[in-house]
């Protein structure tokens, strides 16, 4: 007890810094995820009164027999496992061509464009795009009709608007990954690269053999950060499509959003409780394989 009391003591500088930060997260993270929870456990129509009436489980028995959720949670997973690989994969590479000697003097000017889209506000990426993709007088079907390349449906067919989405959260959050793969990058001892070109190595094995290994807690922090990240994808949605065409783009986050616009609050904040338990497992999930990966790569 005495040894807790004083690394409390040696440490209170740091805590005094970081109770605002805890305040925010309690506030605005703890909080209402607990109330959305606590919601999801009433009647609907006396969620949002002074007494609610609490229902148990019959709003999580009513989202999964109903097959629109059924089939919005599937859309969702279906949109995160393209996007979570095809990000991180671009990110590799973008990362690897600006760490290069390619660039040469340019490289301040290539970071700053791939990162700009991260800081531009996500409805006004989703407008831009919806303009382009707009079938009539889009950009995007103006430069394939330049090209003699047949039209591209864009966001109003069912079967062209989830590589559309795809694409535009590709293009607003890549710079992110971008970034913490070349910061990563940069971190790397020189020295194993030149002891493994003395070896005799060529640029594929020194990639494979060093900068993928050593690149491994950047995979992991850009694997479980674009997870969440395209798990709750809804903005996008909400500007582009509104669930459609068809139901095609109705994630469950914009599910839940059209729900809690008709005033079906509980079983919104039960598709919102089922979207953060699947966030929370499949992060863990993912972390545990990073760690499991790292600690085979420290034995080996």
Not at 27 to 56: Q, W
Not at 145 to 165: D, N, R, W
Not at 176 to 192: A, G, P, R, V, W
Request: hydrophobic letters at 55%; aromatic letters at 12%.
């Amino acid at each position: 007890m005495n040894a807790t009391f004083r690394a409390i003591k040696d440490n209170l500088v740091l805590y005094f810094f970081l109770f605002p930060m805890f305040l925010l997260v309690l506030v605005f993270g703890i909080i209402p995820i607990a109330g959305s929870i606590l919601m999801s456990l009433t009647k609907s129509s006396t969620s949002l009164s002074n007494s609610p009436i609490f229902v148990g489980l019959a709003n999580f028995k009513t989202i999964f027999a109903d097959s629109y959720f059924i089939d919005s949670f599937r859309i969702t997973l279906e949109f995160t496992a393209i996007s979570v690989p095809l990000n991180l994969l671009v990110a590799l590479l973008l990362a690897l061509l600006l760490g290069s000697k390619l660039i040469g003097r340019g490289g301040v000017v290539f970071k700053l464009c791939i990162f700009l889209p991260v800081v531009v506000p996500i409805m006004a990426t989703a407008v831009v795009w919806k303009w382009m993709y707009n079938t009539n007088y889009g950009a995007v079907n103006a430069i394939l009709k330049l090209v003699h390349l047949p039209a591209f449906g864009g966001l109003s067919s069912t079967k062209t608007v989830m590589p559309a989405l795809v694409l535009v959260e590709l293009w607003k959050h890549v710079g992110l990954y971008t970034i913490i793969f070349l910061t990563n990058l940069q971190l790397i001892d020189k020295e194993m690269y030149e002891a493994a070109y003395i070896d005799g190595a060529g640029w594929m094995a020194r990639t494979l053999r060093i900068t993928l290994p050593e690149l491994a807690p950047a995979f992991s922090l850009n694997a479980m950060y674009a997870l969440i990240q395209f798990l709750k994808t809804f903005a996008v949605a909400l500007v582009t499509t509104q669930g459609g065409p068809n139901f095609a783009s109705n994630f469950v986050s914009y599910y839940a959003y059209s729900k809690f616009k008709l005033g079906d609050y509980g079983e919104a904040a039960a598709m919102g409780t089922v979207l953060f338990v699947a966030v929370i497992i499949l992060t863990l999930l993912t972390r545990r394989i990073s760690r499991s990966d790292d600690l085979e790569r420290g034995m080996a």
